[in-house]
């Protein structure tokens, strides 16, 4: 039995799998990374999107929100074969939830309407679910309102501050803000709280994509270990995490998760 078929087995057998991710799931997609050789930050200065240039400037804060959202989704991207095979994971009763540092959504579009996705630690549709999506930097794809808390679609609002409106307004008056985790943002102490409560109660818990070096969610891995859980990485780079993990994968993310996928309901 190899890596992956241990890996696959431990998962058949666990009451819970909890699978993380970071932009390594999404750059097959195309979706640009941020950091790293031709990354967003070598093109746009970061410090331009942080939460106190926003409450500062929120006129200049959108100008610049408008020329980096279109470096990145000015292409539409699809879920590859590791957001499938893990959506699948989830419909087969095999992976619990997906915890994802990722912000372009495309974990949601994976799993569809039947699964759980939430930025605030919330649930955002009563019911059964079979995945819980839980974005833990927000989604890009949206924005709030910083008075009354209205979210809704953002490809909309950020047409309104390119064509000059500075800084787009809800309906209330309030500013709109991009539905994400900003520099000098703290995690929603919600989404913290159930991310920390799902990685403490895992049995399996998988690092997908990740250099785990962003607290603190490159926490979690440490929590789930330390409450008994088997850790697996799923990374092409080495990890700070890699000492901890009973597997360590240095494979092709949408290739290896099919193949896991496969034998979890082999």
């Known amino acids: 039995m190899d890596d992956l078929e ?18 390594g799931l999404s750059a097959p997609s195309g ?11 070598e093109r746009f200065d970061e410090r331009q999107f942080a939460s106190d240039r926003f409450r500062r400037d929120p006129a200049g804060f959108w ?33 619990e ?19 759980e996705r939430t930025s605030d630690g919330e649930p955002d549709a009563a019911g059964e679910t079979e995945t819980t999506v839980l974005e833990l930097h927000g989604n890009s794809r949206r924005v709030r309102c910083t008075d009354c808390g209205n979210r809704r679609d953002g490809d909309p609002i950020v ?7 500075l800084p787009p307004t809800c309906e209330c008056g309030g500013v709109f803000k991009p539905d994400v985790v900003l520099f000098g943002d703290r995690l929603p ?55 901890i993990a009973e597997t360590v994968l240095r494979e092709d993310v949408t290739a290896v998760l099919p193949r896991l996928r496969e034998l979890t309901v082999a």
Not at 31 to 41: A, E, K, Q, S
Not at 70 to 89: I, K, S, V
Not at 104 to 114: C, F, I, K, N, S
Not at 160 to 165: D, F, K, Q, V, W
């Open 159 to 165: 047409e309104r501050a390119a064509a000059g409106e």
């Open 31 to 41: 979706v640009p990374t941020f950091r790293g050789d031709d990354g967003i930050w």
């Open 63 to 95: 100008t610049d929100r408008v020329a980096l959202h279109r470096a990145m989704f000015d292409e539409e991207y699809e879920p590859n074969a590791g957001h499938e095979a893990l959506a699948a994971m989830g419909r087969d009763g095999n992976l």
């Open 6 to 23: 241990r890996l696959a087995d431990a998962i058949r057998r666990a009451d819970t799998a909890v699978a993380f991710t970071g932009a």
């Open 97 to 115: 939830a997906i915890l994802t540092q990722n912000t372009d959504g495309l974990h949601g579009d994976a799993v569809g309407a039947g699964g």
């Open 189 to 243: 102490d919600a989404v913290l709280r159930r991310a920390r409560s799902l990685a403490r109660e895992s049995d399996v818990f998988l690092a997908i994509g990740s250099s785990l070096v962003v607290e603190p969610a490159a926490s979690l891995p440490r929590l789930a270990a330390s409450t008994g859980a088997t850790v697996a990485i799923v990374n092409l780079e080495p990890t700070p995490c890699d000492g």
